[in-house]
């Protein structure tokens, strides 16, 4: 399975998930996947997330909103495996200054980032997928 296609399985996971009172969202253990979840975590978007030793799968947290509603609903998938969107240091500050949006990660030549840290590191990449 490419980058791409463990990216828009986590956007999709994470941006249908229904919560009841004891469950956890279940997406698959990739490198990428975990350095996502970092990036959500220190943004405060999901409490945790946890190797699930018997299904071999990441059980995630989501931190629900006031009114128990997922905060991710608005997530979405920028690159796709049929079309990669990469974006220059100019192009990041543009979106980070004109979008909604409160996260915006990237793949970059140093690892994954947000987009206010790639702009710091100045370097560009590849969009992945914004909250």
Not at 7 to 14: E, F, K, N, Q, T
Request: glycine letters at 4%; aromatic letters at 6%.
């Amino acid at each position: 399975m490419s980058c791409a296609h463990n990216i828009a399985d986590l956007v999709s996971r994470l941006k249908n998930y229904r919560s009841d009172a004891f469950s956890l969202c279940k997406v698959p253990n990739f490198k990428i996947v975990s350095q996502s979840l970092d990036l959500l975590v220190k943004n405060g978007f999901i409490s945790w997330y946890e190797l699930n030793t018997e299904t071999k799968m990441l059980d995630v947290c989501i931190n629900l909103d006031k009114d128990g509603v997922n905060p991710m609903k608005y997530l979405h998938s920028i690159s796709k495996p049929s079309r990669k969107i990469r974006a220059k240091v100019s192009d990041i500050e543009i979106l980070v200054k004109k979008s909604p949006f409160r996260l915006i990660v990237l793949s970059t030549s140093k690892g994954l980032m947000s987009a206010v840290d790639a702009i710091k590191a100045n370097v560009g990449g590849e969009v992945l997928f914004i909250v």
